[in-house]
Structure formats: C-alpha cells, structure tokens
C-alpha cells in the first residue's frame, strides 16, 4: 500500500468475494424490499431481548455473506464488526460461537465503512480473509439513546428511524480464482473528527454532514478526481436534512457539486412519503445492509463501476448528550470497483 494525503491505495486490491445484508419488517417494506438476502418480519429473532435480536441478525448476515463467499468461519482471519450499543455487546454476542479472531469496532453509523476499510488493510498487509460488518435494531438503540418506547414521545422533522439490519462483507486478497467476479477495494480513507457544535441528538444529519464534506473534498484531491470520475457516491446515512446540508456545504465550502451522482442509504432504504420515517434511516445497520446487498448486487450485475461509500457517524453517547456536549461528525470513505 501507499498513502498520499490521509487516503490508503493498494497495490494489491483486496476483493469482496461474498456480501449480505438483512433487515427487518419496516425495512422490508421500503423500496429495497427485493434486495435484501433476507427479511424477518419477526423483528425479536425469537430472542428474549431486543439487543440479543441484533446480534442474532448481524450473526446471521455474517453467515449469509461467508455462505456467498463458498467460505466457513475456519477460513476467516479477523471479523471485524461494530453496532450502537454499550461495548458493542451487539457484536460480541454475534460472534461468540463462531470462534473467529474478533476486533469490535465503534463508529456510529460509519461503522461499515470502517470495518471494510481495516479489512482492506489487513488482507493488504497479509491476512487471507476477514470479514467486515455493522448492526443495528431500531428497539434496542431508541432505547439506550433516546427514550423507552414507552414512552411515546413525538419526533421532530429532523429525527431519522434507526434501521434493524445487519450488513457483513468477505474480504480476500485477489487472485486469479476471484478476480473476474469480485470487487475491488482500490482505495481506503480514514476521516477526521468534525465537530460544529450540532446539539440536538434528533438532527444527526446536520451533525454528520460536515464530516461527509470534508471526506469526500479530501478523498478527491488527494486521487485527483471529480464527480464525473464515479457512477455513484453513497453516503450512509444523512437522510434528508444531512442529504441537503451536505449539498450546500459542498457548493459552498468546496465548490462541487455531487447532485446528479449522489445516493444516501437513509434516503434509499425507505419511502420518507409514506412510512413515516421523518428525515430518513439512520444506524449502522441502515449502510451495511444497504451496501451488503443492493449496492453490491448492482455491482455484480455490471449496473455500477465505480462506488464511492462515504459512511458517517455520529458520535455521541446518552452520557455526552445528557451533560450537553456537542456531536462530533465523521465519515470514511471505501472505493469499491467492478
């Protein structure tokens, strides 16, 4: 690998050989509905609590995507996977029975993004396989983050649904066996902490945004690109409210404009008319599902070439946000290529 800038190139190109992504009934009825490689409509997985629902969720795209892979958990080095509950016990509870090496990772709802990206570099620097994946259930952080569900509170505009899913992705180094079907990982970059002093923890788009801006202006200048050189930039996920802001400080501060080639995973993943979702979806699970199954699959198909995934993260706690501290922004951003 070389670095120029704060963007990671390989030279050898790391390949996702096999995807998933599983969601919930709520997703299940939005406009991705015949992408997902699966859709429980019993959103408690059979568990005795909503949080041990997301680890059976994020367990079970983890096996989905190795079964696409025509891999086992033996063959994996590192998984590498994050959520939004304490201590990531959403993906400690995923992997305990699957004996693989295990690097829990937090990013907010960057989480996909972040996972891939140490795959890359991981399998760059010599492992075999890894796996990457995020999760998260809309019951299990409202709760932690917000308000019981109980409680009934109302939800302004601005306020985005936390998906149930679960995305994961197999990562290998290339070779002739998967170098025709596969897609590459050419390029990797690590966001930097952008903080604006957005308080208000139901506007995380306008606390993401920001940091989404600041990825993608770097990640151009840094592999000399432009808009025209993409087929899609996927961020993941500022909704609505983010998705404008985004636009506007692009123009603004960076003078481009992503408009005609740019896809959020809030907005994809449901129909903000007539599901009642407010500015959109949000959570670590709303990207990794996203990308692990429609995004890749379009991929697959030859649709896309070329993808530039920018997920973004907010990154709070109920802690921070009670003693009225403002929300840092990141984004990292993953080139996949076809």
Not at 28 to 44: C, K, M, Q, S, V
Not at 123 to 131: F, L, M, R, S, T
Request: aromatic fraction near 6%.
């Amino acid at each position: 690998m070389y670095i120029n800038g704060k963007t990671i190139f390989f030279n050898s190109q790391p390949v996702v050989i096999g995807s998933a992504g599983v969601v919930g009934k709520k997703e299940g009825e939005g406009p991705l509905r015949n992408n997902f490689d699966a859709i429980f409509e019993d959103t408690t997985m059979g568990q005795e609590s909503f949080e041990l629902a997301e680890s059976a969720m994020l367990h079970d795209a983890i096996i989905r995507a190795l079964t696409n892979a025509k891999r086992s958990p033996a063959d994996v080095d590192f998984a590498m996977t994050g959520d939004l509950l304490d201590q990531c016990v959403g993906s400690c509870f995923a992997l305990k029975d699957l004996q693989i090496p295990f690097v829990g990772m937090y990013g907010a709802c960057s989480t996909m993004a972040l996972t891939l990206a140490n795959c890359a570099m991981l399998v760059d620097g010599g492992a075999k396989c890894c796996v990457g994946g995020a999760s998260s259930h809309f019951c299990s952080s409202e709760r932690q983050f917000r308000f019981p569900l109980e409680y009934g509170g109302q939800r302004p505009p601005t306020a985005q649904w936390t998906v149930t899913g679960a995305g994961a992705a197999v990562v290998e180094q290339q070779s002739e066996e998967n170098r025709e079907d596969s897609i590459r990982i050419t390029a990797v970059h690590i966001g930097k902490i952008t903080d604006l002093g957005i308080k208000d923890a139901n506007n995380m788009g306008a606390a993401m945004a920001p940091a989404a801006a600041r990825t993608i202006s770097e990640f151009m200048e840094d592999t000399n690109t432009n808009t025209e050189d993409y087929d899609l930039i996927l961020t993941g996920d500022l909704g609505y409210t983010g998705t404008e802001l985004l636009h506007e400080l692009l123009e603004i501060e960076y003078s481009k404009n992503i408009q005609s080639i740019h896809g959020d995973c809030g907005l994809m993943i449901f129909d903000l008319k007539k599901q009642d979702v407010n500015s959109g979806g949000s959570g670590c699970g709303c990207s990794a599902s996203v990308l692990c199954s429609h995004i890749m699959k379009k991929m697959k198909a030859g649709d896309l070439h070329k993808v530039l995934f920018v997920a973004t993260g907010a990154l709070m706690s109920p802690t921070t946000t009670k003693q009225g501290q403002a929300i840092p922004g990141i984004a990292h951003a993953v080139l996949l290529e076809r």
